[in-house]
């Protein structure tokens, strides 16, 4: 740990999107900070596409789910700029779309959903049809039937933003330990951050979670390809659901979501990737000039309720796990509240659940 600093002693298991990003405001906010991380191989934030989307996020019956996302949303500017590298963001805005009448009614009950939640957002959450969406995004199919416009909700490039973390944690003094913690008693720091992913339920046995796997393909586009779209696309296709987030190279094609029968290597299946090459060449039919540079697989780290767990656990450890689809999303709430029970600022005890408000956290 950096010892030029008096400050107390964190250590943070897990050097994922979580870990580090918790990581990163504990030191900025005078924490001496050692991060021990299992590995890249099983990391969900590495394979993920990056999207930022609370309004499309909003599912009914996730009422408390939408509020944190929109909270973290907001945040993420400021987080970008503590990094220093605007290209981490990849997209500002997202377009809903929707192939036939079925899909767009879809769309129309997530949309009245967020709109009932927070009235504000009817500004954010704007409906279009067929000529703006081509409008927008000539690329896209033209037997669409109509969408929405989510302006603020756009994507960064996960694998850029894993990287500059660990540089900016790095650059605040903390110390990194590339070994697997098998036991927290063996730590020795005044706290201890359990941010391990899945990883969290063999050091925490009562962090209740599961995963939920998703293949996930990356394609880069050629010398003869059309340009990928400008905006995060999420469309809903024949009942099933397939989204394009721009790269500088090409796009990220995501995800399918189940449960595994087994939990071990996250391979991708045969299946799983048919269907999004399917629905992904339905949607923006220049996409097969494109090259299919990587089919891969990862598990999201769910709870039964849908909301992150982030919670004191005895007088030394905090847990911040079971972020689901919305780890990267959540990452800049899921800091700030950590940091909170970390002080103790405004902590009302173990308690303390994502339903607290955070303030604004050390960026
Ligand atoms: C296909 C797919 C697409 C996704 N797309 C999005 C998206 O668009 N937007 C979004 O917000 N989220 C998305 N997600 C979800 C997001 O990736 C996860 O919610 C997020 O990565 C969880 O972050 P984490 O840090 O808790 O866990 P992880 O990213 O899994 O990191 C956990 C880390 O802990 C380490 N670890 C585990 N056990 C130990 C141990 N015992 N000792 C030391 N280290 C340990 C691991 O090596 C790993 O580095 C997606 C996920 C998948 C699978």
Redesign the pocket.
């Known amino acids: 740990m950096n010892t030029e600093h008096p400050g107390p002693t964190l250590a943070v ?8 990003t918790c990581a990163l405001a504990a030191a900025d906010a005078g924490h001496r900070v050692r991060v ?18 609370s309004l499309g996020e909003g599912h009914p019956g996730e009422d408390e789910l939408l509020v944190c996302s929109a909270r973290s949303v907001r945040r993420w500017p400021d987080l970008v700029a503590r990094l220093g590298d605007p290209a981490v963001m990849a997209a500002t805005e997202s377009l809903f779309v929707a192939e036939t009448s079925a899909d767009a009614e879809y769309l129309a009950n997530l949309a009245g959903f967020v709109w009932s939640r927070a009235p504000r957002s009817h500004e954010d959450l704007r409906p279009v049809d067929l000529a703006e969406i081509r409008r927008r995004e000539p690329g896209l199919s033209s037997r669409l039937h109509s969408g929405y416009v989510a302006a603020g909700e756009g ?1 960064v490039d ?1 694998r850029r933003l894993l990287s500059r973390l660990r540089d900016a944690v790095a650059g605040a003094g903390a110390q990194f330990v590339d ?4 036991d927290l008693a063996d730590i020795d720091a005044d706290q201890v951050l359990v ?6 339920r ?2 925490l046995p009562d962090v209740d979670l599961h995963a ?5 393909l990356r394609l880069r586009r050629t010398r003869w390809s059309v340009a990928p779209p400008s905006r995060v696309i999420r469309a809903r296709m024949r009942g099933r659901q397939v989204y394009l ?1 721009p790269r500088d190279d090409g796009v990220v094609v ?3 979501q189940y449960e595994p029968l087994d939990e071990g290597e ?1 391979v991708p299946e045969v299946g799983g990737v048919a269907d999004l090459l399917a629905d992904a060449t339905d949607l923006m039919p220049g996409l097969r000039t494109y090259e299919l540079v990587e089919a ?6 769910c709870t039964a309720d849908g909301l992150p767990d982030i919670r004191r656990i005895d007088d030394r450890v905090v847990v ?12 800049p709430y899921t800091a700030d509240i950590v940091l909170r029970l970390l002080t103790g600022s405004d902590v009302v005890g173990p308690e303390l659940s994502t339903t607290t408000t955070p303030g604004g956290g050390t960026w």
């Open positions: 298991v897990g050097g994922g999107v979580i870990g580090l021990h991380d299992a590995g890249v191989t099983d990391r969900a934030a590495w394979v993920a596409a990056g999207m930022l989307g994507a996960n070994e697997r913690v098998t941010a391990a992913g899945l990883g969290t063999a050091l939920a796997k998703g293949e996930i987030v995501g995800a399918t996250a891969g697989a990862g598990l999201r780290p911040a796990a079971g972020h689901g689809r919305n780890g990267i999303l959540l990452a």
